[in-house]
């Protein structure tokens, strides 16, 4: 089992940046690709981003692209999601997930990231 743990939410204000931090443990080799969701009361979980484990060309929603950029340190199993340019709608919390063999998706309890106009 892979546990993942996020990080780097937070207050900021329209056009502002933050960085989204993804941390894992546990068996991290098992894992072939992570992404990013996100949440807003009363809604659907949305995807944001992913990326798979061996470098192919990341995707995104289409609300994020050109202003969030999801990458990966591998040596230290970590997951990133830089975004800049950020706006009121993009207020959300925030939840990092890892996939590993047999369909089995590992979810960490998210991040609030709140964007004021």
């Known amino acids: 089992q892979v546990q993942v743990v996020e990080s780097g939410g937070g207050l900021v204000q329209a056009g502002d940046s ?13 894992m072939f690709s992570m992404g990013w969701f996100r949440q807003t009361p009363g809604k659907s979980r949305d995807f944001v981003a ?3 484990w061996s470098g192919s060309t990341p995707t995104y929603a ?18 990133y999601l830089q975004m800049n340019n950020l706006k009121p709608e993009d207020t959300a919390i925030y939840y990092c997930v890892a996939y590993t063999g047999g369909g089995v998706e590992n979810w960490g309890q998210g ?7």
Do not use: E, N, P, W
């Open 111 to 117: 991040t609030q990231v709140t964007v004021s106009s």
């Open 62 to 79: 289409d609300s994020v692209k050109g202003r969030f950029t999801i990458s990966r340190d591998s040596a230290k199993k970590t997951l």
């Open 50 to 52: 992913r990326i798979y």
């Open 18 to 30: 933050l960085r989204l931090s993804c941390a894992a443990s546990g068996r991290t080799f098992t």
